[in-house]
């Protein structure tokens, strides 16, 4: 989890070295990935969305 908390504040801290598009790319594979690995563990632990 604090590897959750740590993404965003060191992706912001690199904010004013990144274009926005380029920032606004990475946030949404972070979101894609979070959201595929939320999937896998729901799914290993029984619980269906």
């Known amino acids: 989890m604090l590897q959750l908390i740590a993404l965003p504040m060191l992706l912001s801290s690199f904010d004013h070295y990144r274009p926005t598009y380029i920032k606004s790319n990475v946030l949404a594979v972070l979101l894609g990935v979070l ?5 896998v563990f729901f799914r290993k632990s029984g619980t269906v969305l």
Do not use: G, N
């Open 35 to 39: 959201a595929v690995k939320a999937d």
